[in-house]
């Protein structure tokens, strides 16, 4: 408890730190994210352009989530030991070269390559971000803090969706890799512009297995852990076949699919504008609950709509959903093990992707065996039941 309150009064006296560095780390975390969901709508194009299936196209998403969810292992003891800022800066410089080495992908191997590559450079951000957040801003204003950081982060999923499509079928992949190295360029130079001369004197030198056990010994953690990866598995392993199947099943041209599917993060965006209100009204316990029931009925829309219309209320009620159970995650996930926060976060980070790209991989057969309906299904029936336990384990939690 001692060391605890240590760790919130040296936060409080580094809360106006953060004010200078979080527009860049936003920037950073928009860029992530885009990245990150680029090439949801552009499977159909990788896929006639390499004459491949869906299906093998699909591992340039999966493999990009396993080497995100594996590398959060070494990001979070390398942020405690040089610096999270430092760190961040490294991952978006590199995620600009490597981006721009996508434009010359001369085939489907070396896109799948590449983005594995891009997945592990692109992990050192995100999580490292929330950590920093979470070691320079007081538990009372951190909330609000983390709310506008998950705001650039779903904006960035928005726009890597939308402009995948428009990419796709105006101009072609490779020019969506190169917007992409641009703006991991631009904001890859204004942050190490602003790094302090040395890293932090109070640098952690732990290693890198006592980081990791002091988190993993906390039941609460390992929980949190685990559902962490059964929701990146069904929640992902849905989302990433919406444009293809809006595409395929509708004759959508790609951009509206993409467009369509961007109400998934529209969603929710509404969610963290009334995420205060709402934790005010339900608590976690409701919010866990009601998350899974909205994901619940998006997917159902999705699967059994007569028309493509139905599927824009369906994303947009299945991304708020999503981002009502999922803040719930994570604001406990910076929250379980304070004097480990970057090693904590990076392994709930690790989880949920992982958890990503197993399903993804799973799903991928399914789907190229019984059609996209599928996935829709499986998230549709876990779901809620999964919100239904988290919910039940709020209430008894130690």
């Known amino acids: 408890m001692g060391t605890a309150r240590v760790v919130e009064i040296t936060s409080s006296k580094q809360a106006a730190g953060i004010g200078k560095s979080f527009f860049l780390i936003a920037g950073a975390g928009f860029a992530s994210m885009a990245g990150m969901r680029i090439c949801d709508a552009l499977l ?19 493999l990009f989530v396993i080497a995100y969810g594996f590398l959060q292992l070494v990001y979070g003891p390398l942020g405690d030991r040089y610096g999270k800022q430092r760190v961040i800066s490294c991952a978006v410089a590199a995620s600009a070269l490597i981006n721009l080495a ?31 957040i979470g070691d320079s801003v007081p538990y ?56 302090p001369a040395k890293p932090p004197a109070n640098a952690a030198r732990r290693s890198f297995f006592s980081q990791v056990t002091s988190v993993l010994r906390i039941a609460w953690a390992r929980h949190i852990l685990l559902v962490a990866l059964i929701e990146g598995a069904f929640v992902f392993s849905a989302l990433v076949f919406i444009p293809t199947y809006l595409h395929d099943r509708y004759g959508l041209p790609l951009t509206a699919a993409g467009a369509i599917v961007a109400l998934y993060g529209a969603g929710g965006l509404v969610y963290t504008f009334f995420a ?101 299904i499986c998230s549709m029936v876990a779901l809620p039941l999964l919100g239904a336990w988290f919910a039940h384990s709020v209430a008894h939690r130690p």
């Open 276 to 376: 205060r209100r709402l934790l005010g009204r339900y608590g976690e316990r409701g919010l866990a609950l009601n998350g899974g029931a909205l994901m619940a009925a998006g997917f159902a829309m999705l699967a059994f709509g007569p028309h493509w219309a139905w599927s824009m209320p369906a994303c947009f009620i299945a991304g708020m959903g999503f981002y009502m159970l999922h803040n719930t995650l994570q604001a406990n996930a910076t929250q379980m093990a304070p004097d480990t926060r970057g090693t904590a976060v990076s392994l709930f980070a690790c989880s949920l992707f992982l958890g990503q790209s197993l399903g993804i991989g799973a799903i991928a057969a399914v789907v190229d065996h019984y059609g996209v309906d599928a996935a829709f």
């Open 102 to 132: 996508l434009v010359f992908a001369p085939s489907m191997s070396a896109v799948i390559v590449l983005r594995g590559m891009a997945g592990a450079a692109t992990a050192g951000i995100i999580p490292l971000s929330m950590a920093l």
């Open 140 to 195: 009372a204003e951190r909330q609000g803090v983390l709310a506008k950081f998950m705001s650039a982060t779903i904006i960035g999923m928005i726009s890597g969706q939308w402009v995948g499509g428009l990419f796709a079928d105006l101009l072609n992949w490779q020019a969506a890799f190169g917007l992409l190295a641009l703006i991991f360029g631009g904001v890859a130079l204004m942050l190490l512009r602003s790094l």
């Open 44 to 62: 159909p194009d990788l896929a006639l352009s390499f004459e491949v299936t869906t299906g093998a196209a699909a591992g340039s998403i999966s």
